[in-house]
């Protein structure tokens, strides 16, 4: 999965294997079929998403941690510019 803002300027990116972005999207509480990973939510709906599932992570690797904060300098990007956030 690649994760990335629309824009011209330096953005935040991001980049998991399809079986990873099945589990975040999952522990963002989105609905994931199969390896069918795209779609788009608001900005400020993805950073409600990632505080929640912040209190929910229990990956002691920090691994979780580590792609959460990436979504969130995403999704932070993406909402001072009036953008959704997709993935795919």
Do not use: C, K
């Amino acid at each position: 999965m690649s994760v990335e803002p629309l824009e011209a300027d330096p953005s935040p990116r991001m980049n998991v294997s399809g079986s990873s972005a099945g589990a975040l999207l999952r522990l963002l509480g989105y609905a994931v079929d199969g390896y069918s990973v795209s779609g788009s939510d608001t900005a400020g709906n993805v950073l409600g998403r990632i505080q929640a599932a912040h209190a929910a992570n229990t990956d002691g690797s920090g691994y979780v941690a580590a792609r959460l904060a990436e979504l969130h300098s995403i999704a932070e990007f993406s909402a001072a510019r009036g953008r959704d956030v997709q993935w795919a």
